[in-house]
């Protein structure tokens, strides 16, 4: 077994826990004020969801992603 880190923050372990829930080819809506949200949509797709597809909500207003 190997060992893992123990030097980490209660922020970076929810971080690192919805970056895995995101999936190749999901779609994730990301509000202004979510900068933990938007890190770890940032992280997933840098890992293994290169394909996923974010959205920003801006009032009511999409910017989507460019390709």
Known sequence: MSEYS???TVDELMT????REVRN?????VGV?????????????VTHAP???YHYI???TFVMEPR
């Open 33 to 45: 004020a979510t900068p933990m949200v938007w890190a770890a949509f940032t992280l997933a797709k």
């Open 16 to 19: 690192v826990l919805m970056a």
């Open 51 to 53: 394909d996923a597809i």
């Open 6 to 8: 123990k030097d980490y």
């Open 58 to 60: 801006m009032g009511n």
């Open 25 to 29: 080819d999901d779609v994730m809506i």
